[in-house]
């Protein structure tokens, strides 16, 4: 498999695996084993969008016990003979060698996976990766040069994670409580996007659109939670700097 990999640095690496849990999106080459009519494979690519039921392919890393993915869109992009290339936009920790065979048991002849491209990986997508060699020759510009220019280039801020999360923003007062492990209470916030459930993860930002960290939502219902002075969300990774905002308390 070849494509995106988005790798973390330093604080970053706390907050990873927000990435590594969420969509995903393919670019696939299904072989056939056999002939068959190509409304055939297109019907069988409409069954599969949704949600479906996967076991894990013998060779995987994790148990092999049926579980709950979605499939966001499947569209085939292309058919040539026996070979059919699609694209698939998908929940994380889906199998596309599994999808290809049971779209093939569907269709009724048979199917592997032949090639496989990640072209997206949670916000990032393929046109802001870079390649091995673009990196290698940044390190060496860095190291030998002292020229940072084009290795800063390769380097996306952290809030760039946020893009693909609900988003809280919260009082410069807050920040300081927060990054030193505080819950944070309704009167703390001053704006947040609609799609906030409770315990789903949630961006936390400060005004300055700087990255506090990651906080899971333990309640959604901001203004009954005030009443009752009640926490709406507690940290589950920090990256700001402590001692980048005052304390308050």
């Not at 072209?119 to 673009?134: C, I, Q, V």
């Not at 609900?166 to 300081?176: G, H, L, N």
């Not at 506090?212 to 009640?230: N, P, T, W, Y």
């Amino acid at each position: 498999m070849t494509g995106v990999l988005p790798v973390a640095l330093g604080k970053a690496t706390k907050i990873m695996p927000e990435v590594v849990h969420s969509i995903k999106e393919y670019v696939c080459v299904m072989e056939l084993h056999g002939e068959v009519e190509e409304e055939l494979i297109r019907r069988a690519a409409e069954e599969f969008k949704g949600e479906i039921y996967q076991r894990p392919p013998v060779r995987s890393n994790v148990k092999r016990r049926v579980r709950k993915r979605r499939i966001h869109d499947l569209e085939i992009l292309e058919i040539k003979g026996r070979y059919v290339l699609m694209r698939v936009l998908c929940d994380a920790g889906t199998y596309m060698r599994k999808l290809c065979h049971d779209m093939g048991l569907v269709i009724g002849i048979g199917a592997h996976m032949r090639e496989l491209r990640r072209t997206r990986s949670g916000p990032f997508t393929e046109n802001m990766a870079f390649t091995m060699h673009h990196i290698s020759e940044a390190v060496h510009l860095w190291k030998n040069e002292g020229k940072s220019e084009e290795l800063s280039r390769l380097i996306y801020p952290m809030e760039v994670l946020s893009c693909n999360l609900p988003i809280i923003i919260v009082k410069d007062t807050a920040v300081a409580a927060l990054a030193h492990g505080a819950l944070l209470g309704a009167g703390g916030i001053l704006a947040y996007t609609k799609d906030l459930n409770q315990g789903k993860t949630a961006a936390i930002l400060t005004t300055r659109g700087e990255l506090v960290g990651m906080a899971l939502i333990m309640r959604s219902d901001f203004q009954k939670a005030e009443l009752e002075k009640k926490p709406v969300a507690k940290m589950k990774a920090v990256v700001i700097e402590r001692t980048l905002y005052p304390k308050t308390w």
